[in-house]
C-alpha cells in the first residue's frame, strides 16, 4: 500500500478514536467543563499534561531546530523540561490547593483586584492566541503535504474534530482525548526513532544511539556529525555558537514560562489532591521526557542522513521525497553553478580556507533551502522505512498539533466565560448560562484559530517569543509571590505585571518588528537575544514588585489567611 | 487535623527541601549544560562529550528524578506532620 493509503487509513482510524472518546465524555456542568469535574487520575493527568504541552512544535519543530543548530539547540531541551521542576515545587500543588478554575481566578483573588484580574485575563488570551496559529500550521502542513488536499480543507477538517470535542466535552473531552493523543504522538516518534537508530548504529534505545558508533566507517555519530558539518562550512554540530549568556537567559526564559503557561497550570485543577497534583507533575515531565531525550537522537540522525543523501547529489537522480517536499515548498533546490549537481554548504563562512576550497570545487552559493519543519516529517521517507511509518508520523504530528490547540482554546473560552463573563460582568449568571457562554467562546475560538490556520500571518514564528517572555514577565512572577511571599499586596502584584509585561513586549517589538536590522547581539541589551528578554522581565518584574510593597498597605488578613492554608495540603 | 505549629514546621520543611533541589536543578542545567558546558566536554562517555549530553540529554533524566524524589519526600512529610489528605 502506498504512505498515501497508510496516512488516510491511520488518520481516519486516529480521528475515529478521539471523536468517540469525546461522545463518551460529554461535559454536564461548568466544573466537568473547566476542569473535568477534577477527578481526573494522576497518570491519566500526566498524559494529558504531557500531549497538552508537547506541540507541533515540540512533535517536528524541535528536532529540526536541533538538526540545524547543533548544541545550541538544547536551550529548548532543557528550557521546556527544566519549566516542570518549577511548576511540580512551585506552583502546582499549591495551585490545587488553592482551587477555582483558572489562573486569572488565582490573581485575582489573591491580589484582591479585578484590574489584576483583567491583566491576567488580556495575558492569557493573548499568550493561547499566539500558540494556536503554530499548532494551525502545523495541521495544514501535515494534511497538505501527506494526504494533498488544499491546506483549507486540511485545517477545516482538523478544527472541526477539535470544534466537537471542546465545544462537547470542555475539559473532560479534552483531558481524555490528550490521553489518547499521547499515546499516539508518541509511538509515531518513538517507532521511526527506534528504526533509524538500528539502522545507523545498531542500537535500538535511540537515546543511547545518539552516543554510539555509526555502522558504516566506525567513527563515533557525533564525530562523524561534526566531520561533515565542518567540511560543508557549518560549525561543528557539538560546539555551540550563540554566547552562553544569551544561552542562559533563554534557557531561563522558556523554563520559566513553560511553568507559567496557562494552558499547562490549568491542568493541575483537574487532579482530586495535592498530592495528585505533585504527582502527575512527576508523570508529566516522565512521558515529555521521553520524547525530548529521543529529538536530539533524531535531530542528529537527520542530519547525518540529510548531508549523506544530498551533498553533490545529481539532481535529476533524487529519491521520490525530494520532488514531493518541493511541491510544498519547504525545499527548494537552484542550480546556481548550473553543474546538475546539489551543492549544500555554509556560503556564509568567511574562513579564507573555506572559501578557496569552494572556489577551487566550482560551488556558487548554497543551492538548497531546506525549512527545518520537515526534518522530522520527512525522517521516514529519508531513511527509506516501511510506508505505514511515514502515516503514523502524520497522525502523530496531527495529535500533537490539536492537543495543544484544544488545550489552548479551553484556557481562552474559560478566560472568556468565567473570568470575564462570570467573575466582572454578570456575577449572578446561571449555571446553565456560563456554560453555555463556555461553549459559545470555544466555538468561536476554534473559528478564529482555523482562520489563522489558513492565513497564517508571517510573524507566527516571531510572536513565539512573545508567548514565553510574556508568560515568564507576567504570571510566574506574580504566582509565585503570591504563594511564597505573604505580604505582597495588589499594588506591587499589579505593578511588577505591568512593567514586566510592558518591558519585554516593547523589547521584542523593537527588535522583531521596529528595526529587525538591529536584531544581533551589537544592539542587544546586554547581549541578550528577543527569545531571552523574558528572563529580564521577570527579574524587573520582581524588583518593581518588591520596591512597590513597601511603600503602599500590606494586604488584607483574610487574603493573608489564603495564602498560609495553601501552602499546606 | 493539624496544629498551626504542625502546619507551620511542614512549611518550613518543605522549602528546605525545595531550596536544596532547585539548587541541583540549577546546576545541571545552568551548570553542566551551559556555562561549564565547555570544560566539561573534555570528559567524553563513549561518543558522547559530557558537557554536549548534558544540556541535551542528561539534564532532563535529573530533572525527572528531582520531582520524582519530590513527590516521595513530601509524602512522608505529610505524614511526619500529620497535613496528609488520605
Same mark, same amino acid.
Given at each position: 500500500?502506498?504512505?498515501?493509503?497508510?496516512?488516510?487509513?491511520?488518520?481516519?482510524?486516529?480521528?475515529?478514536?478521539?471523536?468517540?472518546?469525546?461522545?463518551?465524555?460529554?461535559?454536564?456542568?461548568?466544573?466537568?467543563?473547566?476542569?473535568?469535574?477534577?477527578?481526573?487520575?494522576?497518570? /491519566?493527568?500526566?498524559?494529558?499534561?504531557?500531549?497538552?504541552?508537547?506541540?507541533?512544535?515540540?512533535?517536528? @519543530?524541535?528536532?529540526?531546530?536541533?538538526?540545524?543548530?547543533?548544541?545550541?539547540?538544547?536551550?529548548?531541551?532543557?528550557?521546556?523540561?527544566?519549566?516542570?521542576?518549577?511548576?511540580?515545587?512551585?506552583?502546582?500543588?499549591?495551585? #490545587?490547593?488553592?482551587?477555582?478554575?483558572?489562573?486569572?481566578?488565582?490573581?485575582?483573588?489573591?491580589?484582591?483586584?479585578?484590574?489584576?484580574?483583567?491583566?491576567?485575563?488580556?495575558?492569557?488570551?493573548?499568550?493561547?492566541?499566539?500558540?494556536?496559529?503554530?499548532?494551525? #500550521?502545523?495541521?495544514?502542513?501535515?494534511?497538505?503535504?501527506?494526504?494533498?488536499?488544499?491546506?483549507?480543507?486540511?485545517?477545516?477538517? %482538523?478544527?472541526?474534530?477539535?470544534?466537537?470535542?471542546?465545544?462537547?466535552? %470542555?475539559?473532560?473531552?479534552?483531558?481524555?482525548?490528550?490521553?489518547?493523543?499521547?499515546?499516539?504522538?508518541?509511538?509515531?516518534?518513538?517507532?521511526?526513532? !527506534?528504526?533509524?537508530?538500528?539502522?545507523?548504529?545498531?542500537?535500538?534505545?535511540?537515546?543511547? %544511539?545518539?552516543?554510539?558508533?555509526?555502522?558504516?566507517?566506525?567513527?563515533?555519530?557525533?564525530?562523524?556529525?561534526?566531520?561533515?558539518?565542518?567540511?560543508?562550512?557549518?560549525?561543528?554540530?557539538? /560546539?555551540?555558537?550563540?554566547?552562553?549568556?544569551?544561552?542562559?537567559?533563554?534557557?531561563?526564559?522558556?523554563?520559566?514560562?513553560?511553568?507559567?503557561?496557562?494552558?499547562?497550570?490549568?491542568?493541575?485543577?483537574?487532579?482530586?489532591?495535592?498530592?495528585?497534583?505533585?504527582?502527575?507533575?512527576?508523570?508529566?515531565?516522565?512521558?515529555?521526557?521521553?520524547?525530548?531525550?529521543?529529538?536530539?537522537?533524531?535531530?542528529?540522525?537527520?542530519?547525518?542522513?540529510?548531508?549523506?543523501?544530498?551533498?553533490?547529489?545529481?539532481?535529476?537522480?533524487?529519491?521520490?521525497?525530494?520532488?514531493?517536499?518541493?511541491?510544498?515548498?519547504?525545499?527548494?533546490?537552484?542550480?546556481?553553478?548550473?553543474?546538475?549537481?546539489?551543492?549544500?554548504?555554509?556560503?556564509?563562512?568567511?574562513?579564507?580556507?573555506?572559501?578557496?576550497?569552494?572556489?577551487?570545487?566550482?560551488?556558487?552559493?548554497?543551492?538548497?533551502?531546506?525549512?527545518?519543519?520537515?526534518?522530522?516529517?520527512?525522517?521516514?521517507?529519508?531513511?527509506?522505512?516501511?510506508?505505514?511509518?511515514?502515516?503514523?508520523?502524520?497522525?502523530?504530528?496531527?495529535?500533537?498539533?490539536?492537543?495543544?490547540?484544544?488545550?489552548?482554546?479551553?484556557? !481562552?473560552?474559560?478566560?472568556?466565560?468565567?473570568?470575564?463573563?462570570? #467573575?466582572?460582568?454578570?456575577?449572578?449568571?446561571?449555571?446553565?448560562?456560563?456554560?453555555?457562554?463556555?461553549?459559545?467562546?470555544?466555538?468561536?475560538?476554534?473559528?478564529?484559530?482555523?482562520?489563522?490556520?489558513? /492565513?497564517?500571518?508571517?510573524?507566527?514564528?516571531?510572536?513565539?517569543?512573545?508567548?514565553?517572555?510574556?508568560?515568564?514577565?507576567?504570571?510566574?512572577?506574580?504566582?509565585?509571590?503570591?504563594?511564597?511571599?505573604?505580604?505582597?499586596?495588589?499594588?506591587?502584584?499589579?505593578? @511588577?505585571?505591568?512593567?514586566?509585561?510592558?518591558?519585554?513586549?516593547?523589547?521584542?517589538?523593537?527588535?522583531?518588528?521596529?528595526?529587525?536590522? /538591529?536584531?544581533?547581539?551589537?544592539?542587544?541589551?546586554?547581549?541578550?537575544?528577543?527569545?531571552?528578554?523574558?528572563?529580564? @522581565?521577570?527579574?524587573?518584574?520582581?524588583?518593581?514588585?518588591?520596591?512597590?510593597? #513597601?511603600?503602599?498597605?500590606?494586604?488584607?488578613?483574610?487574603?493573608?489567611?489564603?495564602?498560609?492554608?495553601?501552602?499546606?495540603? | 487535623?493539624?496544629?498551626?505549629?504542625?502546619?507551620?514546621?511542614?512549611?518550613?520543611?518543605?522549602?528546605?527541601?525545595?531550596?536544596?533541589?532547585?539548587?541541583?536543578?540549577?546546576?545541571?542545567?545552568?551548570?553542566?549544560?551551559?556555562?561549564?558546558?565547555?570544560?566539561?566536554?573534555?570528559?567524553?562517555?563513549?561518543?558522547?562529550?559530557?558537557?554536549?549530553?548534558?544540556?541535551?540529554?542528561?539534564?532532563?533524566?535529573?530533572?525527572?528524578?528531582?520531582?520524582?524524589?519530590?513527590?516521595?519526600?513530601?509524602?512522608?512529610?505529610?505524614?511526619?506532620?500529620?497535613?496528609?489528605?488520605?
Amino acid at each position: 500500500m502506498s504512505a498515501q493509503v497508510w496516512t488516510y487509513i491511520i488518520v481516519a482510524l486516529s480521528f475515529t478514536l478521539y471523536l468517540y472518546i469525546a461522545y463518551r465524555s460529554r461535559a454536564g456542568s461548568t466544573k466537568e467543563f473547566y476542569i473535568s469535574g477534577g477527578g481526573v487520575k494522576p497518570i /491519566h493527568n500526566g498524559m494529558a499534561t504531557a500531549a497538552d504541552w508537547m506541540s507541533a512544535a515540540s512533535f517536528m @519543530g524541535m528536532a529540526g531546530i536541533i538538526s540545524f543548530q547543533g548544541r545550541d539547540g538544547g536551550v529548548y531541551l532543557m528550557g521546556w523540561t527544566g519549566g516542570y521542576v518549577l511548576l511540580a515545587l512551585l506552583l502546582a500543588p499549591y495551585l #490545587r490547593k488553592f482551587g477555582k478554575f483558572t489562573v486569572p481566578d488565582f490573581v485575582g483573588d489573591r491580589y484582591y483586584s479585578q484590574t489584576a484580574r483583567m491583566v491576567a485575563v488580556l495575558c492569557a488570551i493573548v499568550v493561547s492566541f499566539t500558540y494556536v496559529a503554530g499548532q494551525m #500550521r502545523g495541521v495544514g502542513i501535515v494534511f497538505s503535504r501527506f494526504l494533498e488536499v488544499e491546506i483549507t480543507t486540511g485545517v477545516i477538517i %482538523g478544527t472541526g474534530v477539535v470544534f466537537i470535542y471542546a465545544v462537547l466535552g %470542555g475539559m473532560k473531552g479534552i483531558t481524555y482525548t490528550q490521553v489518547a493523543q499521547y499515546c499516539v504522538l508518541i509511538f509515531a516518534y518513538m517507532v521511526p526513532a !527506534i528504526f533509524i537508530s538500528i539502522m545507523l548504529t545498531g542500537n535500538p534505545v535511540p537515546q543511547l %544511539g545518539l552516543g554510539s558508533e555509526v555502522k558504516e566507517g566506525g567513527a563515533y555519530m557525533l564525530d562523524l556529525l561534526d566531520t561533515l558539518s565542518t567540511d560543508l562550512g557549518f560549525h561543528a554540530y557539538t /560546539h555551540g555558537v550563540r554566547p552562553v549568556w544569551d544561552v542562559a537567559a533563554i534557557t531561563c526564559a522558556l523554563m520559566v514560562g513553560t511553568a507559567g503557561l496557562p494552558h499547562v497550570i490549568v491542568r493541575f485543577y483537574t487532579v482530586p489532591s495535592v498530592s495528585g497534583a505533585r504527582m502527575s507533575a512527576f508523570w508529566a515531565l516522565l512521558f515529555i521526557a521521553i520524547l525530548y531525550t529521543t529529538a536530539p537522537a533524531v535531530a542528529a540522525f537527520a542530519r547525518a542522513n540529510l548531508l549523506q543523501t544530498v551533498t553533490n547529489a545529481t539532481y535529476s537522480e533524487v529519491p521520490a521525497w525530494f520532488s514531493q517536499w518541493e511541491e510544498t515548498g519547504l525545499l527548494s533546490f537552484e542550480d546556481k553553478n548550473g553543474d546538475g549537481r546539489i551543492q549544500y554548504y555554509n556560503d556564509a563562512n568567511q574562513d579564507a580556507d573555506f572559501q578557496a576550497m569552494a572556489a577551487a570545487k566550482g560551488w556558487q552559493g548554497n543551492e538548497l533551502t531546506i525549512d527545518r519543519d520537515i526534518i522530522v516529517l520527512a525522517n521516514p521517507e529519508i531513511a527509506q522505512l516501511p510506508n505505514w511509518v511515514i502515516g503514523l508520523v502524520a497522525a502523530g504530528c496531527l495529535a500533537a498539533a490539536l492537543s495543544t490547540a484544544a488545550g489552548l482554546l479551553l484556557v !481562552i473560552s474559560t478566560a472568556f466565560a468565567h473570568d470575564l463573563v462570570k #467573575r466582572c460582568l454578570k456575577p449572578d449568571i446561571s449555571e446553565k448560562a456560563e456554560l453555555m457562554y463556555a461553549r459559545v467562546a470555544a466555538g468561536g475560538a476554534v473559528v478564529v484559530a482555523a482562520y489563522f490556520g489558513i /492565513h497564517p500571518p508571517d510573524y507566527v514564528a516571531a510572536v513565539v517569543a512573545f508567548a514565553f517572555g510574556l508568560a515568564a514577565a507576567s504570571f510566574f512572577p506574580a504566582i509565585l509571590m503570591g504563594i511564597f511571599q505573604k505580604k505582597m499586596n495588589r499594588e506591587g502584584a499589579v505593578s @511588577g505585571m505591568i512593567v514586566g509585561i510592558v518591558f519585554t513586549a516593547a523589547y521584542i517589538i523593537y527588535f522583531k518588528f521596529v528595526t529587525p536590522e /538591529h536584531n544581533n547581539p551589537d544592539h542587544w541589551l546586554f547581549g541578550i537575544s528577543p527569545e531571552g528578554i523574558g528572563t529580564i @522581565g521577570m527579574f524587573l518584574n520582581f524588583i518593581v514588585s518588591q520596591i512597590v510593597m #513597601r511603600f503602599t498597605a500590606p494586604p488584607p488578613q483574610e487574603v493573608q489567611d489564603i495564602v498560609e492554608n495553601i501552602r499546606t495540603p | 487535623m493539624a496544629t498551626p505549629e504542625q502546619r507551620l514546621a511542614h512549611w518550613r520543611a518543605n522549602l528546605r527541601v525545595l531550596s536544596t533541589l532547585l539548587v541541583i536543578w540549577a546546576f545541571v542545567s545552568f551548570g553542566c549544560g551551559i556555562f561549564l558546558a565547555d570544560a566539561l566536554d573534555g570528559i567524553r562517555i563513549g561518543g558522547f562529550k559530557l558537557g554536549f549530553w548534558m544540556g541535551q540529554q542528561g539534564s532532563i533524566f535529573v530533572f525527572v528524578g528531582i520531582i520524582a524524589y519530590y513527590v516521595w519526600r513530601m509524602r512522608k512529610l505529610d505524614r511526619q506532620y500529620g497535613v496528609n489528605e488520605d
